[in-house]
């Protein structure tokens, strides 16, 4: 089983800073099928970059994924009041699917 | 636009069980997976089934309990919940996509073991 490990745990920024959310993997992510998540309270999970670095349907351009093998990064450039919520990573490559504990972003 | 709508949670005792059901509009040939979260805490990932239902895959922790199928017929992915534990407590979250990319997500099913 491929354990991910997501860091910091909580991450306290102001609106228009940037964050760096990381995502690290107990061994390679087969083709680099990680993905990230974002959950806001009361809803489900959306999909924000698949395969590392694809950015889903409607998903705006200051989120961008980066890395490959064991080591991940999602970047939110400039933060809007819309992306305060909590981001999880997903490898998707190999069963059972991991999900990493998630990254808390709030507003500082 | 691919929809999916879960039912079937509810308020069981320990050791009882539930049938959760998923229904998949525009349902083509994608794999279907179930995901839950406790109260307050992380995702987990539980279960998969592809296309024709022929292969299915399991959290190492949830195998032998829990059991996925699909009929489709009735665009329909379901979850059978056997042996419950307080610690199943729990949204219950059905997702399909490309691959296994968990792009669609229905808005979850309640279940809590009391």
């Known amino acids: 089983e491929i354990v991910l490990t997501q860091s910091p745990g909580t991450l306290s920024l102001s609106p228009g800073e940037r964050a760096t959310l990381s995502c690290r993997a107990s061994?390679?992510?087969?083709?680099?099928?990680l993905d990230w998540y974002q959950q806001k309270p009361g809803q489900a999970p959306r999909l924000l970059i698949y395969d590392a670095s694809g950015r889903a349907t409607g998903i705006p351009d200051r989120f961008s994924g980066n890395g490959s093998g064991t080591d991940f990064t999602l970047t939110i450039s400039r933060l809007e009041p819309e992306d305060f919520a909590v981001y999880y990573c997903l490898q998707c490559a190999t069963s059972p699917l991991t999900f990493g504990g998630g990254t808390r972003v709030d507003i500082k | 636009e691919v929809q999916l709508v879960e039912s079937g949670g509810g308020l069981v005792q320990p050791g009882g069980s539930l049938r959760l059901s998923c229904v998949v509009s525009g349902f083509s040939n994608s794999w279907v997976n179930w995901v839950r979260q406790a109260p307050g805490k992380g995702l987990e990932w539980v279960a998969n089934?592809?296309?024709?239902?022929?292969?299915?895959n399991y959290s190492d922790s949830l195998r032998g309990r829990f059991t996925i199928s699909r009929d489709n017929a009735k665009n329909s992915v379901f979850l059978g919940l056997n042996r419950l534990r307080v610690d199943d407590t729990a949204i219950y979250y059905c997702?399909?996509?490309?691959?296994?990319?968990?792009?669609?997500w229905g808005q979850g099913t309640q279940v809590t073991v009391s």
């Open positions: 997702a399909s996509g490309g691959g296994w990319t968990l792009e669609n």
């Open positions: 061994q390679s992510v087969p083709r680099n099928y």
């Open positions: 089934i592809n296309q024709d239902g022929s292969e299915e």
